[in-house]
T-cell receptor, first 116, second 112 residues
Framework: GAVVSQHPSWVICKSGTSVKIECRSL??????MFWYRQFPKQSLMLMAT?????????EQGVEKDKFLINHASLTLSTLTVTSAHPEDSSFYIC????????????FGQGTRLTVV | GEDVEQSLFLSVREGDSSVINCTYT??????LYWYKQEPGAGLQLLTY?????DMKQDQRLTVLLNKKDKHLSLRIADTQTGDSAIYFC????????????FGTGTRLQVTL
């Protein structure tokens, strides 16, 4: 299947700093990418839908100024957690949909963020 | 509503079949998916089914869809210890930019 690469796999940062997470589709073009957050032993919660060349669409309750999303090309979307706090510690996962195939969404390996 | 429900836990013996169930509420779903998540990892797409189908088989995996009852199941034949993971069903309702709504996840434990 198609490959989605997420980087970094894990990051530890100090409270108040910003962290950028990258999501790349390696062998296909993705006009749409999705960012999820997953708490331990829970399901995935969609944070936002990232559209290439336009503003992201955020889900209700997700602060767009806190979680900045940029989808500058058909193969790259980034999520920046600004002024991170311990409550932002979580597992963040991206997915990308192959615009040519459309039926499937492929997921990155996830990023474990720990804010200390 | 957008609820997608799954049972939390399933334990089976190695070699037996596993059946993981999922119920959803929105009849306008277009695609339904099954994903596998191992500890600390992302989601691996196992299979998906279009809403106008009622069954799909792919090697050890069989997906059954009962659209009338809004019930989806995943059967894993000859379950192996490597199948131990969390399984998520997900539904999708629209076009390319439409989101997935995930179920609560079922933890499958395979015992010897």
């Amino acid at each position: 299947g198609a490959v989605v690469s997420q980087h970094p796999s894990w990051v530890i940062c100090k409270s108040g700093t910003s962290v950028k997470i990258e999501c790349r589709s390696l062998d296909f073009q993705a006009t749409t990418m999705f960012w999820y957050r997953q708490f331990p032993k829970q399901s995935l919660m969609l944070m936002a839908t990232s559209n290439e060349g336009s503003k992201a669409t955020y889900e209700q309750g997700v602060e767009k100024d806190k979680f900045l999303i940029n989808h500058a090309s058909l193969t790259l979307s980034t999520l920046t957690v600004t002024s991170a706090h311990p409550e932002d510690s979580s597992f963040y996962i991206c997915s990308a949909r192959d615009q040519g195939v459309d039926t499937e969404a492929f997921f990155g390996q996830g990023t474990r963020l720990t804010v200390v | 509503g957008e609820d997608v429900e799954q049972s939390l836990f399933l334990s089976v013996r190695e070699g037996d079949s596993s059946v993981i169930n999922c119920t959803y509420t929105d009849s306008s779903s277009t695609y339904l998916y099954w994903y596998k998540q191992e500890p600390g990892a992302g989601l691996q797409l196992l299979t998906y089914i279009f809403s106008n189908m009622d069954m799909k088989q792919d090697q050890r995996l069989t997906v059954l869809l009962n659209k009338k009852d809004k019930h989806l199941s995943l059967r894993i034949a000859d379950t192996q210890t490597g199948d131990s993971a969390i399984y998520f069903c997900a539904e999708r309702r629209g076009g390319t930019a439409s989101k997935l709504t995930f179920g609560t996840g079922t933890r499958l434990q395979v015992t010897l």
